[in-house]
């Protein structure tokens, strides 16, 4: 079992930053990829960035270039640096993790205003 316990989100102006952490507890040595994923009111969930295994990162297209994915694994505290900020950022950020499944946090609101 694994555990995420996500943090940081908030009110934003355009073209402003925030960045989100991801705390993992449980069997955390058993993660394989960790990454965020949102889901915007009305829209489907989509994923936003992830770490692969060997370290690998990979974003969706609409984040590359302003938002960053990192990991202290001593902390065992997964990053979302995000700036430049948009209104169609805004949606609630999950924390995902796979081991022999897909776990998830509860979420956290990013609300990024005009």
């Known amino acids: 079992q694994v555990q995420l316990v996500e943090s940081g989100g908030g009110l934003v102006q355009a073209g402003g930053s925030l960045r989100l952490s991801c705390v993992a507890s449980?069997?955390?040595?058993?993660?394989?990829?960790i990454g965020w994923a949102r889901q915007a009111p009305g829209k489907q969930r989509e994923l936003v960035a992830g770490?692969?295994?060997?370290?690998?990162?990979n974003y969706a297209d609409s984040v590359k270039g302003r938002f960053t994915i990192s990991r202290d694994n001593a902390k065992n505290t997964l990053y979302l640096q995000m700036n430049s900020l948009k209104p169609e950022d805004t949606a609630v950020y999950y924390c995902?993790?796979?081991?022999?499944?897909?776990?998830w946090g509860q979420g956290t609101q990013v609300t990024v205003s005009s």
């Open positions: 449980g069997s955390t040595f058993n993660i394989r990829t």
């Open positions: 995902n993790a796979f081991t022999d499944r897909l776990y």
């Open positions: 770490i692969l295994s060997g370290h690998t990162t």
